[in-house]
């Protein structure tokens, strides 16, 4: 079955434990992006990759890192998480960028940081 | 950084009616798309739209690309309690550097009372 899996899908953790969150895709998608919803908020992307050599920042990128080191893979690094990054994760994949690519998304990560 | 303004909030309204929501933004966009999220589950596409004055139709759903490229609108007629979850607009930028990012509008949270 296509899909996008983020494990976990719930975790609960404390100010500054290193976490990641990692995410997968069986669609040999080139695009894969990360995004973060609060309420009120809306959707707002995080990181994004255009393929494995290109990765760029999205609208709040700022205390997050990710890894693009293979197509199917794209975690999401927390180095020092903060209660204000407790949020609801949600990984997407798209065949390529820009145009006629429907991103597919993954069932979310709620987090929770103490 | 950049968010959409779509509104409205939340309706609540009868199953049969038809409903109406909108995106606005002070950027010109490529690409709207919408999406609906059912609750506990990722974003899925509705409609996208590529052209200025593109005017496109899913079953019952309508969306249009606004012609200045700054708005986008949905229609759902004839309401069903299948309908209810939070619909997104999106917006497509390709940044200076070449790739491409999406910005999400805050959301409408829609209920259909039977």
């Known amino acids: 079955e296509a899909q996008v899996t983020q494990n976990p899908r719930y975790l609960i953790t404390v100010t500054g434990k290193k976490l990641t969150v990692t995410c997968s895709q069986n669609m040999n998608h080139e695009y894969m992006s990360w995004y973060r919803q609060d309420p009120g908020l809306g959707l707002r992307q995080i990181y994004y990759?255009?393929?494995?050599?290109?990765?760029d920042k999205g609208d709040v990128p700022e205390g997050y890192k990710v890894s693009r080191k293979e197509k199917r893979n794209f975690p999401l690094i927390l180095e020092s998480p903060s209660p204000n990054q407790t949020s609801l994760y949600f990984c997407?994949?798209?065949?390529?960028?820009?145009?006629?690519?429907?991103?597919?998304f993954g069932p979310g990560t709620r987090l929770t940081v103490l | 950084g950049q968010q959409l303004n779509q509104s409205p909030q939340s309706m609540f309204i009868q199953e049969g009616e038809d409903v109406s929501m909108n995106c606005t933004s002070s950027?010109?966009?490529?690409?709207w798309l919408w999406y609906k999220q059912d609750p506990g589950e990722g974003p899925v596409l509705l409609i996208a739209l590529y052209k200025a004055g593109e005017l496109t139709s899913n079953g019952r759903l309508t969306a249009q690309f606004g012609i200045t490229r700054k708005d986008s609108f949905l229609n759902i007629s004839a309401s069903i309690p299948s309908d209810v979850g939070i619909y997104f607009c999106a917006g497509q930028l390709k940044s200076t550097s070449g790739t491409y990012k999406y910005i999400f509008g805050t959301g409408t949270r829609l209920k259909v009372l039977a």
């Open positions: 997407a994949s798209s065949q390529g960028a820009g145009g006629y690519n429907e991103q597919f």
């Open positions: 990759s255009m393929n494995v050599e290109v990765t």
């Open positions: 950027s010109i966009f490529n690409t």
